[in-house]
């Protein structure tokens, strides 16, 4: 890992006791799940599945709070929040800023499991 992402990623560093291996273990999980479940929710707030969509969204918040308590984790309960309330035009626009926080943090993620291909 290099200095910017040591910084970037301290919280969650701190969370593992400092063992940047178990991070990048656990980035590897992010980067192969996130996706699916992304794409998901995204199906089930498009045909207004909102008790699905609550579900599914607990489940990435769970995936990308590993990396980051702020944020698009953030973003991801208010979705939790709105999905509850049955307010879909809330889960709308919280998905898209959702998908855009989460798209940047998986690419930072991406660059600690994969320094290679960024």
């Known amino acids: 890992m290099t200095e910017e992402q040591r910084t970037r990623f301290a919280e969650a ?22 996706p699916v479940v992304m794409a998901e929710l995204q199906q089930q707030i ?21 990396f980051d308590v702020g944020g698009c984790v953030l973003t991801i309960q208010q979705i939790i929040t709105a999905a509850k309330a049955d307010d879909l035009a ?9 998908e855009r926080e989460a798209n940047e943090l ?13």
């Open 13 to 34: 560093l701190q969370r593992l006791a400092g063992d940047e291996d178990l991070l990048i273990a656990m980035g590897a999980m992010v980067l192969d799940d996130a």
């Open 46 to 66: 498009q045909a207004g599945q909102l008790s699905q969509a609550a579900s599914t969204a607990h489940k990435l918040k769970g995936l990308l709070s590993t």
């Open 90 to 98: 809330e889960c709308v626009q919280s998905w898209s800023k959702c």
């Open 106 to 118: 998986l690419a930072e993620v991406r660059g600690v499991v994969d320094p290679v291909s960024t």
